[in-house]
C-alpha cells in the first residue's frame, strides 16, 4: 500500500510548478494537536490519546496539504483503538480563486473499523461557496480508487477495491482571532454497491491563548458501513500551529 501512495506522490508532484494562489512567495503551516481523555473509577479505567501533525505550502495558484493522525485507546486493559491515517492532497486554482481542482492520496489502518489497510487516491473539483478572512465553506466532490483489506464480522477477510464518490463539506470560522471553529464532513459511495459507503466527520473548538496556541475540544465519528463498524471520539487537548 505504502508503495502506490509513494508512486502517486511522485506522480502529483509535477503540479507544484503551476503559478501561486495568494502571491508569488511560497508560504508554510504547520500544525500538531494532542487531545485524550482518562477515566479512572474503582470499576475499571480507561484512556484515548489522538496525536494529529499538518503541515501545508501554499504558492500562487497551487496549495500542497500533508497530515497525519495516530489515535490510540484501551478500556480495562483492552485494546479499542489503534489508529493510523495518512494523507497527501493538492488544490490546483484557476483564475476564479473560488474553483479549484483536487487530487488526493491517503492510507487508513484502524483496529477500531477493522481496516487492515486502506488506500485511496483520486480527483476531483471544489467550489469556495463562503471565502472571508474569517469564514469559508467550501464544497468539493469526486472519484477516487480506493484498495481495501477488511475484517468483516471480526474475524472474516475481505480484500476488495471500488470506485467511490467522495463528496466533502468543510469550513472555518474565526471569531474575533480568538475562538476557531472548523471541520470536514465526507460522504464517500461505492459506485458499484450502493449500500457500500463512508462517513467521516472531523470538528473541532479552538480558544486561542497565543497566536501559536490554543486549547481545543474535537470531535470526530466514522463509520465504515461495509464492515457494520463505527467509533466516535470527543477529547480535549492543545493544538499549536504556526505560519511562515
Known sequence: MMKRIVVL???LTPGLSARAQFSDSTHYYVKYASTGSINRTNDGNSYLLNNMAAFKVSKKKVVLNAGASYVYGQQDKALTNNDV????DFNLYQQNHRF?????ASYDKSFSLKINDRFQGGLGAAYDVISRPNATLTLSDGILFENSDLFLKDTIPDVYHTFRNSFRVT??????????????????????????FIIKSNNSLSLKL????????????????????????????VTIEKYF
Open 210 to 237: 497565543r497566536s501559536w496556541l490554543a486549547i481545543t475540544a474535537a470531535l470526530s465519528y466514522n463509520k465504515l458501513n461495509r464492515t457494520d463498524r463505527e467509533n466516535l471520539l470527543i477529547n480535549y487537548g
Open 85 to 88: 491515517t495518512a494523507a497527501l
Open 9 to 11: 506522490l511522485i506522480l
Open 100 to 104: 479549484f481542482y483536487w487530487g488526493l
Open 171 to 196: 469550513y472555518k470560522w474565526t471569531i474575533k482571532n480568538i475562538i476557531v471553529l472548523e471541520g470536514a464532513q465526507y460522504f464517500q459511495q461505492s459506485l458499484q454497491n450502493g449500500e457500500d
